[in-house]
């Protein structure tokens, strides 16, 4: 069938909405029409990275819309189904048979765009293939070809322009808090950058009860709205000494930590401040190698590790995220920002400079 896609044919020109020919789902997969899609920063970093050579590209990895139809194999999903995208995973890997499919061992080949997993494009633009099934999706689209793997069905009254995020970013951020720091009611939380991933930390953070949350982010309007999310603080890191405040306001250090930015220069203080036996928790793309105080890590007995897409099962996390915002302890209109789909360059541009948390493409 034809769509409308956005195309990035380079990573210095503006997207471009082209039309494209779409497969028919195959086996096991999932036709959705799209209704909403959220620029991740990981869109971005994919786009600034990809070789214009082997492209063009169909980015867009937070949709979510209505099923249209359903490949042969498929159960559980139907036409007319809302639904929630998020990423692939293969289900059979040790990894995903242990309950963590953010750790698939064919996560890379089955994310990054390109062809199926098979080899054949999902996607076609005058018998030329374009490199499409990005997460398993290519959401900067009017359609996407999903696989039933990471398709969640949600419920019919479901806010699919609030919801699309969750695939991506907010699930990686809250995540991170409820799957992995597990923080106990009165925790001391600290989290670095106050995007999306961020608020969606804290909005995690204030629903587990934590008793002090610290956020930390150089722009102001980010900051004001952390303090909104439930933040009990906020700190202008080029106007203190990190550390110091941090340690100040949580008595002694953090117990738990979330650095969303991957900035060496953020992660190595994160450390620092953390209380003894404290655990920060790595989400952002970034610089590849840092330097950290080994005898802190020591003495201090603290933990560093990394953590994709929350440690999240999608078909389980989602409908719990959903819960936490119908009982108004998630409030994602506090983040998002919609925007046509024709003005992808501006939502694109607006994520890169902070103008807006989460903006979220509308179809």
Same mark, same amino acid.
């Given at each position: 069938?034809?769509?409308?896609?956005?195309?990035?044919?380079?990573?210095?020109?503006?997207?471009?909405?082209?039309?494209?020919?779409? %497969?028919?789902?195959?086996?096991?997969?999932?036709?959705?029409?799209?209704?909403?899609? !959220?620029?991740?920063?990981?869109?971005?970093?994919?786009?600034?990275?990809?070789?214009?050579?082997?492209?063009?590209?169909?980015?867009?990895?937070? !949709?979510?819309?209505?099923?249209?139809?359903?490949?042969?194999?498929?159960?559980?999903?139907?036409?007319?189904?809302?639904?929630?995208?998020?990423?692939?995973?293969?289900?059979?890997?040790?990894?995903?048979?242990?309950?963590?499919?953010?750790?698939?061992?064919?996560?890379?080949?089955?994310?990054?765009?390109?062809?199926?997993?098979?080899?054949?494009?999902?996607?076609?633009?005058?018998?030329?293939?374009?490199?499409?099934?990005?997460?398993?999706?290519?959401?900067?689209?009017?359609?996407? *070809?999903?696989?039933?793997?990471?398709?969640?069905?949600? /419920?019919?009254?479901?806010?699919?322009?609030?919801?699309?995020? *969750?695939?991506?970013?907010?699930?990686?951020?809250? &995540?991170?808090?409820?799957?992995?720091?597990?923080?106990?009611? &009165?925790?001391?939380?600290?989290?670095?950058?106050?995007?999306?991933? &961020?608020?969606? /930390?804290?909005?995690?953070?204030?629903?587990? %009860?934590?008793?002090?949350?610290?956020?930390?982010?150089?722009?102001?309007?980010?900051?004001?709205?952390?303090?909104?999310?439930?933040?009990?603080?906020?700190?202008?890191?080029? #106007?203190?000494?990190?550390?110091?405040?941090?340690? %100040?306001?949580?008595? =002694? =250090?953090?117990?738990?930590?979330?650095?969303?930015?991957?900035? @060496?220069?953020?992660?190595?203080?994160?450390?620092? /401040?953390?209380?003894?036996?404290?655990?920060?928790?790595?989400?952002? $793309?970034?610089?590849?190698?840092?330097?950290?105080?080994?005898?802190?890590?020591?003495?201090?007995?603290?933990? +560093?590790?990394?953590?994709?897409?929350?440690?999240?099962?999608?078909?389980?996390?989602?409908?719990? *995220?959903?819960?936490?915002?119908?009982? =108004?302890? $998630?409030?994602?209109?506090?983040? +998002?920002? @919609?925007?046509?789909?024709?003005?992808?360059?501006?939502?694109? /541009?607006?994520?890169?400079? #902070?103008?807006?948390?989460?903006?979220?493409?509308?179809?």
């Amino acid at each position: 069938m034809e769509i409308t896609a956005a195309l990035s044919r380079h990573p210095e020109q503006p997207f471009s909405l082209e039309t494209v020919t779409l %497969d028919a789902p195959r086996e096991g997969e999932v036709l959705v029409r799209m209704a909403a899609s !959220g620029i991740c920063r990981t869109d971005l970093h994919y786009r600034a990275l990809l070789p214009p050579a082997k492209g063009p590209y169909v980015l867009g990895h937070e !949709g979510a819309g209505v099923v249209e139809e359903t490949g042969a194999g498929v159960t559980g999903i139907h036409p007319g189904d809302r639904v929630v995208l998020s990423y692939r995973h293969c289900g059979a890997c040790g990894t995903c048979r242990a309950g963590h499919p953010a750790y698939c061992a064919r996560l890379g080949r089955l994310n990054a765009p390109g062809p199926r997993p098979d080899g054949t494009p999902t996607l076609h633009q005058d018998g030329t293939p374009v490199a499409g099934a990005f997460f398993g999706q290519s959401s900067f689209a009017t359609h996407a *070809l999903a696989s039933a793997g990471n398709t969640v069905v949600v /419920a019919p009254g479901t806010d699919l322009v609030t919801a699309a995020p *969750l695939g991506c970013g907010v699930q990686t951020g809250a &995540g991170a808090v409820l799957n992995v720091l597990r923080p106990a009611p &009165g925790a001391r939380l600290a989290v670095y950058g106050a995007g999306a991933v &961020g608020c969606a /930390a804290l909005m995690a953070a204030r629903a587990a %009860d934590a008793g002090t949350i610290v956020a930390v982010d150089p722009v102001p309007g980010r900051r004001a709205l952390a303090l909104r999310l439930g933040a009990t603080a906020a700190l202008d890191p080029a #106007g203190c000494d990190v550390v110091a405040a941090v340690r %100040d306001l949580t008595g =002694g =250090g953090a117990t738990h930590a979330l650095d969303t930015t991957g900035s @060496p220069d953020v992660i190595a203080p994160a450390v620092r /401040a953390l209380a003894r036996t404290g655990t920060l928790v790595l989400v952002g $793309l970034g610089e590849p190698r840092l330097t950290l105080d080994a005898e802190d890590l020591l003495w201090g007995g603290k933990t +560093v590790r990394g953590c994709v897409e929350g440690d999240a099962r999608p078909q389980e996390f989602i409908p719990r *995220l959903l819960a936490l915002r119908a009982a =108004g302890r $998630l409030p994602l209109e506090e983040i +998002v920002t @919609p925007y046509p789909f024709a003005d992808i360059d501006r939502a694109a /541009a607006d994520s890169r400079s #902070g103008a807006a948390v989460k903006p979220v493409l509308v179809f």
